[in-house]
Structures are given as C-alpha cells and as structure tokens.
C-alpha cells in the first residue's frame, strides 16, 4: 500500500504544539476534569503522549491502517483507564480524556481546510477514530474495574468463612452474606477440613449472617450437609429467623433430613447432649 | 390504583440477581412491608432474577410501586428473550429442573407471591410477573 499521509495527520504534525496545548485548557477547564484526583503534569504527559500516538494512527486512514501504531494507542488508552479507574474517575470522566481531543482537533480542521467537501470528510474519518478509540477506553476502564472486583471478592472469600471449634467433637461455621457457588465451594472445602483435623462428630452450621435463602442457597446447604455427613460428621442448621422458616416452607424446600435451630446457641445444647457432655451450674442453688 | 414508581433493572450476571434482591429489598421497605413480607418478595425475585439469568440468557426487571385507598403492592416483572419454556406444566412442576437445580424456584416464587402470571414462547422469551400487596 503506497504510503499516503493522510490530512489529518498532515495538519496535526504542523501545528501539534498548538493543538495541544488547547486541548489541555479544554480539557483542564471542563466539567469532567478532576484536580483532586489528578495532577496537571500527568495529564500535560498523557496528553502529549497520546496526541503523538493518535498521529500515527490516523496516518493512514481507513482499513490497513497501522497495526503497530494502533497496538500503541491501545496499550496507552489501557494504562490510561486503569491508572483512571483507580484514581476513582468515572467512565465518562475516562473516556472524556480521549473525547475532547475532538473540539481543538476539529477547530484546526475548519481553519485549514478551505473545500466544504474535504472538511467534511476529514471530520468524519476523524470523529469515526476517535469513537473507536474512546469506546475502547470505557471497555478497558470496565475491564480493569472488574479485575479489581473479582479480586476483592477472592479476599472476601478468604476472609469470611472462619469455621471454630466450640468444644470437642463440635465445630461451627457461621456463615455471613451471600452463599454463592463459588462461596459454598470454599466454605465446604473449609468444612471438611475441620471436621478431618478435630474429628469432630457435629457440624454447627450458622445462618443468621444470611439475608436470603433461595432454592440455591438451600441447594448449596444441603449440599454442604451431604458432604460432612460423608466425612462422619453430622450437621445442625441454626439460626433460622421466622420470616426464614416461612419463606423456606414456601419454597417447597424439605430439611426434614436435617437438625434446625432458631439459634446458635440452641444448636450448641444439642451438641453437647449429643457428644454426651452436660452443662451445670456450679455453686448455684436451684 | 396508582403507580407510584416505575424503574428498571438489567440481570446479566450473578453481581446483577444480588442488586436487584438488594433494590427489591429497599422498595418493600419503602412501601410498609413487613419483614415476613419483605423476606416472601425478595425471595421470589432471587428465583426469578437467577432464572432471568441461567436460562433466558439475561434480561431485565421492571418495578413498579402500586397505591390503591386500601393497600400497596410492588409488582416485579422479570422479561428475557431467551428460548422460552417448551412445557409450561413441566416447568411449574416442583422438582422439574433442566439445570442443576432443585426445581423449585417457579413453584416457590408462585407461592409467595399474590399473584402470578408467566407468558413463555419457545424462541422468543419468558415473561415473568409477580404482585406481593401490602395491607395497609
Ligand atoms: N426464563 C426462563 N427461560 C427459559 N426456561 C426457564 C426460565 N425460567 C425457568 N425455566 C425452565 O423451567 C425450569 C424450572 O425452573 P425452576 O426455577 O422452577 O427450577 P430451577 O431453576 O431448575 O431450579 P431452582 O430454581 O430450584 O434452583 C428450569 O429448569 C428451566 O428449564
Ligand atoms: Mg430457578
């Protein structure tokens, strides 16, 4: 393919100091701009980074344009949008950075581009460019925000499922927040675990953490419940607010195979009795 | 009866089913339901947003807030252009699943709604709606 400078590439080399330079102003001066969240020597540097990256691009225009120029773009608008993300700007404020670029770039068109038609046409090779390259950043800056997310549910789920030992032969595992599949996978991992290290004969299974039991958190428990009685352990299912109980009968969903208490406190009297231990009060008088 | 208001939701994934048990929760709060009604209709709509989600390939939930001079009522309709349901009886059935499921969660929403109404069809989408009122 002959190597033909497009216009736009063409003006912008020419008066690239210039444009950007009203391009920071625009961009310092509009709505979408954060000082709290950014300094203007880093926005100075993307800027100017950026606007050289996006001559290349729009060197040659239409298909076959530059792969390795458009790779660079890309990457740059990338570590724009992670970098962004993290500084806790929005998506628009994001996709604003490439955005504005439009209103100098287009000022400088008019001004040096005298054939309606031509201006035309450069406008819109232009503004389709910049689309693109603006609803690439929304999608790295979602892409980013959702790596973050999905890391800081692996924390949680580290986190929240502690399961204790109560007293010999009983363990207990309260349970706080949603029982997903994921959750219930390494709550039961965790489960058994336990179950192994103390040879623990009950499972105290805590819901009161639990805002909703739906047919798949009940799914998951009873699943739960399975597995230990395979390891040897028999479950308690406590916690079960009265609203609960309700909602579960209507669901059709049947524990009757499984112990349930209202508390854990409940629970932790069944146990005992049933490992044989008793609780009495010492120097009390009955 | 009056809407009192009308909102939105997209359920494209499982982060989308715990904000609309979330938001749903809010609106039976807002409107006087008690903690065992509140508890009915956030379950109902965990059943029917995961359904949304796992067969009819996501879609979206409409509220609406109803007033009348003698009850509220917060009515949800969950709507997918997924592959509809073949066999509607089938389906209703407690303990029919074509997933890995207990079967339940069409039955039990049925149950703990006041009304129910499904419209499915084979290739063009579910439509799922449910009204929980309020005594006042
Ligand atoms: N929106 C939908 N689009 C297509 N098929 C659906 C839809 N909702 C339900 N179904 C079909 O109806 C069946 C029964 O649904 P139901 O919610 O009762 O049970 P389940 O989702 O399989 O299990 P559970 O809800 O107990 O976890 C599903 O297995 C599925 O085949
Ligand atoms: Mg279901």
Redesign the pocket.
């Known amino acids: 393919m002959a190597e033909q400078e497009s216009k736009v590439a063409q003006l912008l080399k020419k008066h690239e100091q210039d444009v950007l330079q009203k391009w920071l102003s625009y961009q310092m001066s509009s709505m979408t701009w954060r000082a709290d969240l950014m300094k203007e020597s880093d926005l100075r540097e993307q800027s100017r980074e950026f606007l050289q990256l996006f001559i290349e691009v729009s060197q040659q225009s239409g298909p076959g344009a530059d792969a390795a120029a458009w790779k660079s773009a890309k990457e740059m608008l990338a570590e724009v949008s992670r970098s962004r993300a993290m500084q806790g700007f929005s998506p628009s404020e994001t996709a604003m950075f490439v955005f504005s670029l439009k209103q100098p770039l287009f000022d400088t068109l008019r001004r040096e581009l005298n054939d309606v038609e031509e201006l035309s046409r450069e406008v819109w090779s232009t503004t389709t460019l910049l689309d693109k390259l603006g609803l690439y950043t929304v999608e790295a800056y979602q892409q980013s925000r959702e790596s973050v997310i999905a890391r800081q549910q692996q924390e949680l789920l580290e986190l929240s499922t502690p399961v204790v030992q109560l007293w010999d032969h009983i363990v207990a595992l309260p349970l706080i927040g949603t029982l997903d599949s994921a959750r219930t996978q390494v709550v039961m991992e965790r489960l058994l675990e336990k179950v192994v290290q103390t040879g623990a004969s009950i499972a105290i299974i805590d819901i009161t953490g639990v805002p909703t039991v739906d ?2 958190v009940a ?1 998951h428990l009873l699943k739960t419940v399975a597995a230990a009685r395979l390891m040897g352990a028999d479950c308690i299912i406590s916690g079960i607010r009265p609203q609960i109980a309700q909602t579960i009968v209507h669901l059709g969903v049947n524990l009757a195979d499984v112990i349930t208490k209202a508390t854990l406190a409940d629970a932790f009297a069944v146990a005992l009795q049933r490992t044989g231990a008793r609780v009495t009060r010492v120097g009390v008088k009955e | 009866m009056v809407v009192l208001k009308d909102e939105s939701a997209p359920i494209r994934s499982s982060i989308d089913v715990m904000r609309v048990r979330q938001i749903v929760r809010e609106w039976a709060v807002s409107l006087g339901f008690s903690l065992v009604d509140q508890t009915k209709v956030v379950t109902a709509a965990s ?1 029917l947003a ?3 989600m ?3 390939g996501g ?1 979206e939930l409409r509220m609406e807030a109803l007033n009348s001079d003698t009850r509220r009522g917060l009515r949800l309709t ?1 709507s ?1 252009q ?4 073949a066999d509607m009886e089938q ?2 059935k407690d303990g ?4 890995a ?8 929403a049925k149950r703990l709604a006041n009304e129910f109404a499904i419209d ?1 069809r084979p290739g063009q ?2 439509t ?1 709606t449910i009204l929980r009122w309020n005594k006042l």
């Open positions: 047919t798949l799914q | 059943e995961r359904n949304t796992v067969y009819g879609g969950f997918d997924g592959p509809g349901i389906a209703m029919f699943s074509t997933g499921g207990l079967g339940l969660g069409l039955g039990g499915s989408g579910t799922v």
